[in-house]
């Protein structure tokens, strides 16, 4: 699947200055922002993801150049995928907040909580794009006729754009979206998904697994209790052979490797590493699981 969807690509990536059209607060940590980009052309795919470079947020000045010096070095854009499809008027990203957590975490977060907690409507900033190989195959619906979405967290956001696309462009596919959280109130796009759900009775299951509820069938049939794990997807994969797989959350970062390796350990598997083994486990072939992980 990589090759198909890493098809070398003309399109220049290029700066566009964009106002905030509207921010939507999705749950206490995550919030959509809605941005009008003016007459620029909007030439990007399903699953695309922009950059934001956090040199330019005046309010940032003094923390970006004191981690700059702690690090040693400069920091870099932070990458964001469009929760919104190309067929969309506006352009849209859903950015989750990042915590500091003492002992876990080495330095706090930089540009998430602005992101997240500080931008209002009117707001101009500059991002970068678009690129990503985390999209569909021109020919995805002669190959298979199921898609499979498999995640967690802010890993929702390129799979609710390719799964909007998907809808209106590729009549032939259904789609299983099963996606990960801890409580309900955190589920990203929950509204969303349940519209898209109804719309497309036959097209579309939706399934969420909560791992912090204490009693999830209050909140319906299509909830379930834990982790996304290999019974679950056995369930809902039917033919593992025939689908595609997106997979998309959070997995083993650098950071993360490099603290292993200096505690002479290995590092944890993530969401994206337990879900890969589940996969391939009930025989999904690799060449059919696309990954991003927002580790
Ligand atoms: C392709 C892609 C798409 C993404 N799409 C989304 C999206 O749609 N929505 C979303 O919310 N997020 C997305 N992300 C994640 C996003 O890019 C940021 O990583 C996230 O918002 C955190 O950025 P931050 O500046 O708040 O935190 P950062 O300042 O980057 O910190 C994040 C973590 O990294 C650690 N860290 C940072 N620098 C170092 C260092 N030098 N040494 C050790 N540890 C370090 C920090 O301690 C902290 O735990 C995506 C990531 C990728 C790669």
């Known amino acids: 699947m990589q090759s198909d969807t890493v098809a070398p690509r003309t399109k220049r990536i290029k700066d566009l200055e964009v106002m905030v059209a509207d921010v939507v607060v999705e749950t206490p940590d995550t919030s959509t922002l809605v941005l009008f980009t003016g007459n620029d052309h909007l030439d990007y795919e399903a699953g695309h993801f922009l950059t934001i470079d956090p040199h330019q947020f005046e309010a940032l000045d003094r923390f970006t150049a004191f981690l700059e010096h702690l690090k040693g070095k400069s920091e870099p854009p932070r990458a964001y995928s469009m929760c919104s499809a190309p067929h969309e008027r506006y352009l849209a990203v859903t950015v989750k907040e990042e915590r500091f957590v003492p002992n876990v975490t080495k330095y706090p977060p930089l540009l998430s909580p602005l992101l997240v ?108 209790k834990g982790r996304i794990s290999e019974p679950l997807l056995r369930e809902l994969i039917p033919h593992p ?48 699981i696309k990954r991003e992980s927002y580790g």
Request: hydrophobic residues 35%; contains cysteine.
């Open 241 to 288: 052979g025939d689908c595609f797989v997106y997979l998309c959350g959070p997995g083993i970062s650098k950071w993360d490797r490099e603290a292993a390796k200096e505690a002479g350990t290995a590092a944890q598997p993530k969401f994206i590493e337990m879900a890969l083994t589940h996969l391939r486990d009930i025989g999904v072939p690799d060449s059919r």
């Open 117 to 224: 907690k500080r931008t209002v409507r009117g707001m101009r900033l500059v991002v970068t794009g678009f690129t990503g190989p985390y999209t569909l195959p021109r020919d995805v619906a002669s190959r298979t006729d199921h898609i499979v979405h498999v995640c967690a967290g802010s890993g929702s956001v390129p799979n609710l754009s390719i799964l909007k696309f998907a809808l209106v462009n590729h009549p032939t596919l259904r789609h299983t979206f099963v996606y990960s959280n801890k409580t309900w109130d955190d589920v990203i796009f929950r509204e969303a998904l349940a519209q898209l759900a109804t719309q497309h009775p036959d097209r579309l299951t939706v399934v969420h697994t909560l791992t912090r509820e204490t009693d999830e069938t209050i909140f319906g049939p299509s909830v379930r």
